[in-house]
């Protein structure tokens, strides 16, 4: 199990070195540092960039799973000391950041902008409340690492993680206070191809590098719990017929 936040990690900076590849080559976004999903918005890469990302969501989506399983494993053990609001709560987050990657990966930004930014508010927006959480989660396992260190995680990961939490923080309201600056003082004639000739290229650049932030920091939270999912384990799925009375396992 510990493989799959390394595998998601992996996916999502494939997905997007892929992308920006491809819309840099064939001209259609400006080479430094576009948004993220100005490198999907054009075809063919739109096309990559809404397969992978949704590959990507549901690999996200799984470790969501996993980890409540894995958190709710320990609280009705009473192993840790953790109500189960917490937990379901961001399970519930979880499966709405997975949602709102979804339709970013479908909903393109240029004919459905609208939309699209709804699924990037609901992706980074929540992502933001869903760290915090399982910040606050890790704290109730602090107390296990001293016996079990090689399944837990210490007190610097999860100091880490605090401050990965406060950096995401700021770094979304800088996204989303910069970008309608950078709009406004637009220029040019094609907003995926801003060059700074265009106006307002300093705040779009910094919007642009505050958002790249936001995902380099959600790849790195994502892979600090790798180490964690060493102590749970999977079992085969069952079928049972219900006419030949037969259990089968995959």
């Given at each position: 199990?510990h ?15 892929v992308?920006?590849?491809?819309s ?8 430094l ?9 054009k ?9 992978m ?23 009705q053990?009473?192993?840790?000391n953790?109500?189960e ?10 499966m709405?950041?997975?949602l ?7 909903f ?12 990037a ?9 869903y760290f915090i ?5 890790s704290?109730?396992?602090?107390h ?9 995680v ?18 979304f ?21 801003w ?5 307002g290229?300093g ?9 790249w932030?936001?995902l380099?920091i ?10 964690e ?6 079992h085969e799925?069952?079928f049972?017929s ?9």
């Amino acid at each position: 199990m510990h493989y799959l936040p390394i595998v998601t990690c992996g996916w999502f900076i494939l997905t997007v070195a892929v992308t920006y590849l491809i819309s840099v080559l064939n001209g259609h976004v400006y080479p430094l540092v576009p948004y993220i999903s100005d490198t999907g918005t054009k075809p063919y890469e739109s096309c990559v960039f809404g397969q992978m990302l949704n590959i990507g969501a549901l690999l996200l989506g799984v470790n969501n799973y996993i980890r409540y399983r894995q958190v709710d494993l320990a609280i009705q053990s009473k192993n840790v000391n953790l109500k189960e609001k917490w937990n379901t709560v961001a399970l519930w987050l979880g499966m709405i950041i997975s949602l709102g990657i979804s339709i970013v990966a479908n909903f393109q930004q240029k004919p459905l902008f609208a939309i699209h930014m709804v699924g990037a508010l609901m992706s980074f927006g929540f992502s933001t409340i869903y760290f915090i959480i399982q910040a606050r989660i890790s704290f109730a396992f602090r107390h296990l690492h001293k016996k079990y260190p090689k399944y837990t995680v210490g007190s610097c990961i999860i100091y880490f993680r605090i401050v990965l939490c406060a950096c995401y923080t700021i770094l979304f309201f800088m996204v989303f206070s910069f970008s309608p600056m950078a709009f406004k003082q637009f220029k040019g004639d094609d907003l995926l191809y801003w060059t700074p000739e265009d106006g307002g290229f300093g705040y779009h650049i910094t919007a642009t590098l505050s958002e790249w932030g936001l995902l380099c920091i959600m790849i790195v939270f994502v892979f600090t719990g790798s180490a964690e999912f060493k102590t749970i384990g999977f079992h085969e799925i069952s079928f049972r017929s219900k006419l030949f009375d037969m259990t089968m396992d995959t």
